[in-house]
C-alpha cells in the first residue's frame, strides 16, 4: 500500500517526504514486531542491543562508552539500560582495577542463554520483512539506506 493512503493524504507529496514518511512508518512496524517477539522475555529493543553488543566483546568486559557508541539508537540511557539487566542478572557490573572511575559491564551466562533462545526469533523476524526481496534488492536497498543517511 502506497505511504498516501496509509496516512490518507489528500495532497500530493513531494518525492523526500514520501520517501521519509516510508522510512519512519516501515520503522515502526519494524519496531513493533521485534517489540512482540521480545516481550515475552520482559525485554526491551534497546536492551537486546545492549546484549548484543556485549556478547560481541567475547567474553571481555567492556565499559559504557563503548557500549553506547554501538548502541543503534544513540539516544539511549546507557546506564539505565545496563541497570534493568543488572536487575534479571543479564550482565555484571564492576569496577575497572585500572581506572576505578570506570565501570565494566559483562553478560552472564544466563544473557548468553538468553540470546541464544531468541537468536532463532530474531531471525525469523528478520526474514520475516526480507522475504518479498531478492538477494539483489536486499543489498541495493542496503545501499540506499547507507546512502540516503550519508548527510
Given amino acids: 500500500m502506497k505511504i498516501e493512503e496509509i ?4 495532497k500530493v507529496l513531494s518525492s523526500a517526504k514520501k520517501t521519509v514518511l516510508n522510512i519512519f512508518f516501515t520503522q ?4 513493533e514486531k521485534f517489540a512482540e517477539v521480545l516481550k515475552p522475555y520482559d525485554l526491551s529493543g534497546e536492551q537486546y542491543n545492549v546484549l548484543r553488543i556485549l556478547r560481541g566483546q567475547n567474553g571481555k568486559p567492556t565499559n559504557m562508552c563503548v557500549i553506547q557508541e554501538r548502541m ?3 539516544t539511549s540511557n546507557t546506564t539505565r539500560l545496563v541497570d534493568k539487566l543488572l536487575l534479571k542478572d543479564l ?5 575497572c582495577s585500572e581506572n576505578r572511575r570506570k565501570m565494566e559491564i559483562t ?3 544466563k544473557g548468553m542463554d538468553l540470546l541464544n533462545e531468541l ?6 523476524h528478520e526474514n520475516m520483512f526480507c522475504k518479498n526481496l531478492t538477494q539483489d534488492e536486499l543489498e541495493q536497498l542496503n545501499f540506499l539506506l547507507e546512502k540516503f543517511r550519508t548527510i
Fill in 7 to 10: 496516512i490518507k493524504s489528500t
Fill in 28 to 31: 515502526n512496524i519494524v519496531s
Fill in 72 to 74: 543503534l539508537a544513540k
Fill in 91 to 95: 550482565v555484571t557490573r564492576e569496577v
Fill in 107 to 109: 553478560i552472564t551466562q
Fill in 119 to 124: 537468536d532463532p526469533k530474531v531471525e525469523n
